[in-house]
Every structure is written in structure tokens, then in C-alpha cells.
């Protein structure tokens, strides 16, 4: 436990055993301004003094520290990040219904019509919403990362959301600038398929960190996430890594609001 929490929780037990500061001091030997700038949270302890302290109040060193960790590990979250998750289980729906209709209108523009070249309305049309959602999903995420202190996923967010960017900009500028030949657009799909992937891997990482706190429902959806990550990566692999997106994004949804009820 940090300070100023170790401070206030020896306050509070000390006030439980209904004596003064003067009077602990008098069991522990440690002066009295010791113990005042401990409570004030002014300075951190040495092991030695923490255990001196709590033997002379009658607790249980090795059970404090095991629920001082346990303290630590536990997230806490606010009612505004509570109503941001429900936004964000709610938005994974609607994200994964865009996903849904960008696959099909990605499938229909390639087999009906010169692929890249013929797609910038039907792109547009299904990136936005898609885009949209995404961002207020992720916004879930970074939460969860900011209220248990974990800043690769918070990072994870981030670059997640900007690849997708530079996605949708490849190809909006692919269906713009007619090319004549086609190992541009093939390049062009590697790329995507490549950025994807590092997108899922980066964002797995992050949630597979949360595995402390959140339990095994966070190792599977992080280790899901890169594996996907790493198919894509491969790219050969990209075409049965694509067919699990869908799934892995409802399993997230349901991760989420998992993690909602869970923590409230």
C-alpha cells in the first residue's frame, strides 16, 4: 500500500483501537512526528517501522499486506467511467453490425467491380458509422486501462484508433486514384491486412494485462486478439483470421459489460 492510502488506513486503525497518537507512540517507541507525517502521508515508511506500528495496534502484518495488495489490484471506477463502459458495450454492437456490412460491401465491390477503384461512395457509407463506433468502444477500454493503472492498454487505444485511420485513408484514396496496375492494389491490401494486424496485436497485449484483475475472460480475449493479430500479420493466414473478427468482437461486447456489472 502507497502513500497516502498507508497513511490513512493506520489513521483509521488506530482511531478503531480508540488511542492518540501519543499513546502509539508510547507502544512503538517511534516519535510523535514520525507518526504524524506517516498519517499525513509526508513520507513513506520503512518495512521495519510499518511492522512496528501495526504489531503495536494488534493487526496481522502478513494479512494486511496480502489485503493491501489485493487493494491495489482491484479496480475502482467512477460513475462517469461507469456510464463510458456502458456507451462503449453498447457502441461494440453497433460496431460489430458495421463490420458486418463493410466485409459484405468489401466482397461485393471486389467481385462485381474493379475492386479499390469503384468503392469510394459504398467505402464511405460504411467507414464512417464504422469509425464512430469504434471510437466510443475503445473509449471503453482506455477507461478500464486508466482505472487499473495500465498504460499499454491505454497506449493500445490510441494507436489502435489511429491505424484505423490510416486504413480508411488507403483505401478511400485507393477508390479515388484510378491506378492501371494492379500490384498497387495488391500492395495496398497487404498493407491493410499488415496494419490490422499489428492494431489487434498491440490491443491484445493491453487486455491480456488485465487478466489480474478482470480473471481468465481477459487472457482469452487478449490472447485472441493477437493470435488474430499475428494471422493477419502472416498474411496467407489473413483470409481465416478475418472469419474470426466477428466472433472475437461479440466476445469483447460481452467482455465489457462483463466487466461493467462486474465492477459496479
Known sequence: MKQPELGIKISELRKQKGLTQ???????????????????????????????????????????FKQSIHEEETIHLSE?????????????????????IGTIVEFYLVSYYDGFTDGFFPRIAWNIPFLISLFFFLRGYKELGS??????????????????????????IMSIFLFEESIVEILSGIVIAMLFGVSEVVLGVGIFKLKDQLGSFAQVIGISKIVIGVMMITIFLAPVAAVLVIPILILEVAFIHNALQKLT
Open 22 to 64: 501519543e499513546e502509539l507512540v508510547e507502544q512503538c517507541n517511534i516519535n510523535v512526528r514520525t507518526i504524524q507525517r506517516i498519517e499525513a502521508g509526508d513520507v513513506t515508511p520503512r518495512s521495519y517501522t510499518i511492522k512496528t506500528i501495526l504489531e503495536a495496534l494488534g493487526v496481522d502484518t502478513k494479512l494486511f
Open 80 to 100: 462517469t467511467q461507469k456510464r463510458v463502459l456502458s456507451t462503449s458495450w453498447i457502441s461494440g454492437i453497433f460496431l460489430a453490425i458495421f463490420t458486418i
Open 147 to 172: 482505472a487499473s493503472k495500465n498504460n499499454t492498454l491505454i497506449t493500445a487505444t490510441y494507436v489502435y484508433f489511429i491505424i484505423e485511420i490510416v486504413m480508411f485513408t488507403i483505401a478511400i
